[in-house]
């Protein structure tokens, strides 16, 4: 089974989550109230295809209802178009979100090592999972090969993200947005796939009906309906994230990465010990803290973990256990 960040259902007296890279303090009462006056959508069938939520967000982003498909998560978006380009040769960069691979297993994608001159599919995610960091595509990305680049953390970084306005007239470019990481609302799967309409005419026909069920759809539209806004400052958060980062590289046997977003990786640097990671990890489960292990991102070791920057006194308390770590 492939493994994800916030995987606290195993670990049931967790009190500070770190595993997630979404914020973890997000105010969603607005959005709880309207569900639970709008229960009675569970007695009817959804729309087999999202098309109210497509056209808000076409609307929103200047884009046609035809260059926007809807999906259950930003993941299902994945495996739609692996599915699509199950025939092409596919390069996918590590370390970076492991869904990218294991979805192509499924599909039993060429690997871009063997393609010689043939036309690729480019799997770009940015700011990038597990490392936190920004690139600029505007440099990478040429007329021959197709580009799919997932957006899905584009709201905590500072840094510039593409539009769809922009890219859905070219047929080599593929956007994956997340409304589940905007509006930090993991358990409610909502995300969205935009390109140019042939693209999407070809996902929409891949694409199962109902994938995306009645309460999601109507959470969607109340929070581009009201505009809702549920991340806080980007430049303090990110602000602080910096300072969690400098306060952890003095720990002894603790190093950081640098990062462009809320998330970042630390590597426990005593390589003496065996299953570091693993040890670590229910080590700070057993103080009520959860933090997201990366022994399955390919090239990272087991020495390496993730986390997500919280409040100032969260923090605290991961690095006071940090400090006691006794390997």
Partial sequence: MLQHGDDIYNYPNIQINFSSNIWGHADLSALKNHLALHLDVIDNYPEPDAHSLESLIAEKTGISCDEVLVT??????IYLLHELFQDAYHDIP????????????????????????????????????????????????????????????????????????????EKNIILLHSMTKKYCIPGIRLGYVTAHR???????????????????????????????????????????????????????????????????????????????EVTLKNYLATHGILVRDCSNFKKLSSHFIRVATQLPKENKELIKWFKQYPY
Avoid at 72 to 77: H, K, L, P, Q, R
Avoid at 237 to 259: A, M
């Fill in 72 to 77: 259950n998560g930003a993941t299902e978006g």
């Fill in 94 to 169: 590590q370390p970076t979100f492991a869904e990218y691979r294991d979805s192509g297993l499924r599909f039993r994608h060429r690997d871009i090592q063997n393609c010689g001159n043939q036309k690729t599919v480019h799997w770009l995610c940015n700011p990038n999972n597990p490392t936190g960091k920004w690139n600029d595509l505007s440099q990478v990305i040429d007329n021959q090969d197709v580009f799919i680049i997932d957006q899905a953390y584009e709201d905590y970084t500072l840094h510039p993200s593409l539009h769809d306005i922009d890219t859905v007239k």
């Fill in 198 to 276: 042939d693209i999407i005419a070809h996902l929409r026909m891949l694409k199962q009906p109902w994938s995306v069920n009645a309460l999601a759809l109507e959470a969607g539209k109340f929070l581009l309906q009201n505009d809702i806004h549920v991340l806080p400052d980007m430049h303090h958060l990110l602000d602080e994230t910096q300072k969690f980062r400098e306060q952890i590289d003095h720990i002894k046997d603790f190093k950081t990465y640098p990062t462009d977003t809320n998330f970042f990786l630390i590597e426990h640097t005593n390589h003496a010990h065996t299953n570091t």
